[in-house]
């Protein structure tokens, strides 16, 4: 059953060869803008990916030895991968991704899309049917949902007069005016009303950091942070405005003795993984004074790895990020840490889970995380201006301090709950089911396994898949440009 408006060729934006992505979780995104067709020749461009592939790719001595270069670019790039198959090989490429057109992705890395500023998860509405419905999760404040007053745990039945169905619900992603049905929850049952609200979705900037509370429960003071992407500062920005109102909320944590913390990253997709150091430095403890303590260590393929030790700018440095000493980190404070994750919780923000494991406690609450390790090049061809395919090949994998990074399928939840759609409550709130989950836990109320009730419905797509994270780590110069060369 199949929702989505396109496969993985849509019209999404590149970033320039000489940029390292961490993307997140691939979930079939739907069209966003698209903007102009390539003129080259499929037999240009499969050439073109085969050679990109050929040095970048993490799998790249998997690669065919003769590949039909005649197909289509789309299915030539799908027919050179080593391929994910969940019996035969767990440990293959789900994640590679080639897109046609290359107009918008640098800025929804970077937190700015066009949207209506609501977020939604579509839902069958009842077993069996093919009737949809669509349930909100958040809203961006100071969105054109926000002025129309959506919330979460809205729940919609039409677009523009029609009904949503798993023929039609991709109408939902629509970019222009649109006219939403609302129905109520009521005793668990769903009835359609007459009210409807009308959003127009306009280019805006989401600031990733969207919650920060601190809860005093006892003699538990517990800080919370909801952060959906890991940006460091809006498009276009050279300043890192997001890392440092992020460094100002563990300024208020720190001042405010918190000795609990709980991450939100249940959509966080992933981001700069820069970024995401930043936050697990104000985290980490016991680190007491040591220089150079690995967060990640990424791996390459042979060829890459060669040249980035003889990069002058490379050298075995690059493969490190390193945890920083900021003034702000809350530590000390802690004995240790939760997540609340998701299946869209992937990426940077397992990078948070995996790189904090080796030097505290870190329970997660939810449901399995995406289980990506890996992360990407984002390429493009600057060689020719009539190629506008990109593309995203698995480029690496990531490990901890301890060498750690066999989660491919996902960080199994501490404590599993699942968020109940009709009765969501507001995000921070300590009601919402999987913050709640954590808080039981803080409390000893539990010591784990599954909280709540099993969610019945059948999720069959999401505003979210849209949302592609990533992260920007500059490539050392001798790499750039043998990239720009193939």
Same mark, same amino acid.
């Given at each position: 059953?199949?929702?989505?408006?396109?496969?993985?060729?849509?019209?999404? +934006?590149?970033?320039?060869?000489?940029?390292?992505?961490?993307?997140?979780?691939?979930?079939?995104?739907?069209?966003?803008?698209?903007? $102009?067709?390539?003129?080259?020749?499929?037999?240009?461009?499969?050439?073109?990916?085969?050679?990109?592939?050929?040095?970048?790719?993490?799998?790249?001595?998997?690669?065919?030895?003769?590949?039909?270069?005649?197909?289509?670019?789309?299915?030539?790039?799908?027919?050179?991968?080593?391929?994910?198959?969940?019996?035969?090989?767990?440990?293959?490429?789900?994640?590679?991704?080639?897109?046609?057109?290359?107009?918008?992705?640098? +800025?929804?890395?970077?937190?700015?899309?066009?949207?209506?500023?609501?977020?939604?998860?579509?839902?069958?509405?009842?077993?069996? *049917?093919?009737?949809?419905?669509?349930?909100?999760?958040? @809203?961006?404040?100071?969105?054109?949902?926000?002025?129309?007053?959506?919330?979460?745990?809205?729940?919609?039945?039409?677009?523009?007069?029609?009904?949503?169905?798993?023929?039609? +619900?991709?109408?939902?992603?629509?970019?222009?005016?649109?006219?939403?049905?609302?129905?109520? @929850?009521?005793?668990?049952?769903?009835?359609?009303?007459?009210?409807?609200?009308?959003?127009?979705?306009?280019?805006?900037?989401?600031?990733? @950091?969207?919650?920060?509370? /601190?809860?005093?429960?006892?003699?538990?003071?517990?800080?919370?942070?909801?952060?959906?992407?890991?940006?460091?500062?809006?498009?276009? *920005?050279?300043?890192?405005?997001?890392?440092?109102?992020?460094?100002?909320?563990? $300024?208020?944590?720190?001042?405010? $003795?918190?000795?609990?913390? /709980?991450?939100?990253?249940?959509?966080?997709?992933?981001?700069?993984?820069?970024? *995401?150091?930043?936050?697990?430095?104000?985290?980490?403890?016991?680190?007491?004074?040591?220089?150079?303590?690995?967060?990640?260590?990424?791996?390459?393929?042979?060829?890459?790895?060669?040249?980035?030790?003889?990069?002058?700018?490379?050298?075995?440095?690059?493969?490190?990020?390193?945890?920083?000493?900021?003034?702000?980190?809350? $530590?000390?404070?802690?004995?240790?840490?939760?997540?609340?994750?998701?299946?869209?919780?992937?990426?940077?923000?397992?990078?948070?889970?995996?790189?904090?494991?080796?030097?505290?406690?870190?329970?997660?609450?939810?449901?399995?995380?995406?289980?990506?390790?890996?992360?990407?090049?984002?390429?493009?061809?600057?060689?020719?201006?009539?190629?506008?395919?990109?593309?995203?090949?698995?480029?690496?994998?990531?490990?901890?301090?301890?060498?750690?990074?066999?989660?491919?399928?996902?960080?199994?939840?501490? /404590?599993?709950?699942?968020?109940?759609?009709?009765?969501?409550?507001?995000?921070?709130?300590?009601?919402?089911?999987?913050?709640?989950?954590?808080?039981?836990?803080?409390?000893?109320?539990?010591?784990?396994?599954?909280?709540?009730?099993?969610?019945?419905?059948? @999720?069959?797509?999401?505003?979210?898949?849209?949302?592609?994270?990533?992260?920007?780590?500059?490539?050392?110069?001798?790499?750039?440009?043998?990239?720009?060369?193939?």
């Amino acid at each position: 059953m199949n929702i989505s408006t396109k496969p993985l060729r849509t019209a999404v +934006a590149l970033f320039a060869v000489g940029t390292l992505l961490l993307t997140g979780c691939k979930k079939d995104p739907v069209e966003i803008n698209p903007t $102009g067709t390539t003129t080259a020749s499929n037999g240009y461009v499969d050439n073109w990916i085969l050679a990109n592939m050929r040095y970048a790719y993490y799998w790249a001595d998997k690669i065919p030895a003769r590949p039909d270069t005649t197909l289509a670019p789309d299915d030539f790039f799908d027919s050179i991968l080593y391929k994910y198959n969940a019996t035969t090989n767990p440990k293959g490429d789900r994640f590679s991704w080639i897109q046609e057109s290359s107009a918008d992705l640098t +800025a929804l890395l970077n937190g700015q899309t066009t949207t209506s500023g609501m977020e939604f998860d579509l839902l069958l509405r009842t077993q069996g *049917s093919t009737d949809v419905v669509g349930v909100v999760i958040y @809203v961006l404040p100071g969105s054109p949902a926000d002025k129309a007053g959506f919330k979460r745990n809205d729940v919609f039945y039409s677009v523009n007069g029609t009904a949503l169905n798993t023929t039609n +619900a991709g109408i939902a992603y629509g970019s222009g005016t649109l006219t939403f049905g609302l129905a109520t @929850v009521q005793n668990g049952a769903l009835t359609n009303t007459t009210t409807t609200r009308v959003v127009t979705p306009v280019v805006f900037q989401e600031n990733p @950091v969207f919650k920060d509370s /601190v809860y005093v429960i006892g003699d538990r003071k517990i800080g919370y942070l909801m952060y959906n992407q890991f940006v460091p500062g809006p498009n276009g *920005s050279t300043t890192r405005t997001y890392d440092n109102q992020v460094n100002t909320v563990f $300024g208020k944590f720190k001042t405010q $003795g918190v000795n609990e913390l /709980v991450l939100d990253l249940r959509y966080n997709g992933g981001g700069d993984v820069q970024s *995401s150091t930043n936050l697990a430095s104000l985290i980490v403890k016991g680190l007491n004074g040591q220089a150079r303590v690995p967060f990640v260590r990424k791996e390459f393929n042979p060829q890459l790895t060669t040249d980035i030790l003889n990069d002058p700018q490379g050298g075995n440095d690059f493969f490190y990020n390193y945890f920083s000493s900021p003034a702000n980190n809350i $530590g000390g404070q802690l004995s240790r840490l939760y997540v609340l994750t998701t299946d869209r919780t992937a990426s940077a923000s397992e990078l948070i889970i995996n790189g904090l494991r080796p030097f505290m406690t870190v329970n997660t609450v939810g449901s399995t995380s995406a289980g990506k390790n890996v992360g990407s090049f984002t390429i493009t061809d600057d060689n020719n201006a009539s190629n506008l395919w990109g593309m995203q090949p698995i480029a690496f994998r990531s490990y901890n301090k301890n060498n750690e990074s066999d989660y491919w399928t996902g960080f199994t939840p501490t /404590v599993t709950v699942d968020e109940p759609y009709g009765a969501l409550y507001p995000l921070g709130d300590t009601r919402d089911a999987l913050l709640a989950g954590a808080i039981s836990h803080i409390r000893g109320l539990t010591t784990g396994g599954r909280v709540g009730r099993v969610n019945q419905q059948t @999720v069959v797509g999401s505003s979210l898949s849209r949302k592609q994270g990533g992260s920007v780590i500059k490539l050392p110069q001798t790499v750039s440009q043998k990239l720009l060369n193939q």
